[in-house]
């Protein structure tokens, strides 16, 4: 499992209908997509939930990480967010782990992300192992449809991202950027395996 996210930060004063419009007219592209988990269309605006932008950032859980380099260089659709927007920074995670919460079966209308820095000295298997663990016990939470667990060895740091069926909890949005989902494309996200990925 992959993690991807590309976040498109947009002008204090941008029409944010613009990409719910874009989203509502071009979102189903990826609903069958190989080799994708799945894709959040996820959205903030500047002034909801605490965020200080406007920002379209999409994010991805892919199951071949062939899949996911077709999707950016090969032809296989970046090209119209290049087009659109302009080239932005990729950043990916390796995956860890997947789990799937009490709504699964409904359609995710909001998104938590928390990144986690890795202290140099700490001890990295210790880290996930707690992450792990937090990991399996907000899976149970009511309302999550879907949590995952992430790292970034160049930076080392840790990922979670989680889809809620509605609102964010408050126990759940402390430290964590807070997202609108627009569409959910998920056409394998029951080919990735629960659990931890090793």
């Known amino acids: 499992m992959y993690a991807m996210q590309y976040e498109i930060t947009l002008p204090a004063d941008y029409d944010m209908n613009i990409i719910r419009k874009r989203v509502a007219t071009r979102g ?13 269309y996820v959205i903030r605006e500047r002034g909801v939930d605490g965020s200080p ?22 032809g296989g659709g970046f090209q119209g967010i290049i087009g659109d927007f302009g080239r932005p920074a990729v950043q990916h995670w390796t995956g860890i782990a997947c789990e799937a919460g009490p709504a699964r079966a409904v359609a995710p209308r909001a998104a938590t992300r928390h990144l986690t820095p890795m202290p ?79």
Do not use: N
Request: no cysteine; net charge negative; aromatic share 10%.
């Open 120 to 198: 140099a000295g700490a001890d990295p298997t210790a880290l996930v192992a707690d992450a792990l663990a937090g990991l399996g016990e907000l899976a149970r939470t009511e309302g999550v449809h879907t949590t995952a667990l992430a790292f970034d060895p160049r930076h080392w740091q840790l990922l979670r991202f989680t889809l809620w069926e509605t609102a964010v909890p408050q126990s759940a949005a402390a430290g964590a950027e807070r997202y609108e989902v627009l569409h959910l494309s998920a056409p394998h996200l029951d080919e990735i395996p629960a659990g931890r990925h090793w």
């Open 53 to 74: 932008v406007h920002q379209y950032a999409p994010f991805y859980l892919w199951g071949d990480a062939g899949a996911m380099s077709e999707f950016l260089v090969g």
């Open 28 to 40: 189903h592209a990826l609903d069958d997509r190989a080799g994708l988990g799945l894709k959040a």
